[in-house]
Nanobody, 117 residues
Framework: QVQLVESGGGLVQAGGSLRLSCAASGRTFSSYTMAWFRQAPGKEREFVARIDWSGQPTYYANSVKGRFTISRDNAKNMVYLQMNSLKPEDTAVYYC??????????WGPGTQVTVSS
């Protein structure tokens, strides 16, 4: 299993940008599929973006496509989520997750993103 810690969350005005980072521990990080999920108050956790071990392909939820970009640096054991044109509905706790085979079995504690209108 890999241990994950997110950072980079905060308060931003609508239309602004944030870059989330996820630091991973473990020598096999480069073999994991990585993803970002989010959970807004009173809602279920939802998928945001995914990136395969090599950096391609990438997948996005329709709600963030064109605004968010997921990337990874396997040499640094890092995954990033660049979030542009943020909207109040993007407010949520954002989680980094890792998948070795079939399930996302490793999760970080989350980082809060708040977008004010």
């Amino acid at each position: 299993q890999v241990q994950l810690v997110e950072s980079g969350g905060g308060l931003v005005q609508a239309g602004g940008s944030l870059r989330l980072s996820c630091a991973a521990s473990g020598r096999t990080f480069s073999s994991y599929t990585m993803a970002w999920f989010r959970q807004a108050p009173g809602k279920e956790r939802e998928f945001v973006a995914r990136i395969d071990w090599s950096g391609q392909p990438t997948y996005y939820a329709n709600s963030v496509k064109g605004r968010f970009t997921i990337s990874r640096d396997n040499a640094k054991n890092m995954v990033y989520l660049q979030m542009n044109s943020l909207k109040p509905e993007d407010t949520a706790v954002y989680y980094c997750a890792a998948r070795a085979t079939t399930d996302f079995g490793s999760w970080g504690p989350g980082t809060q993103v708040t977008v004010s209108s």
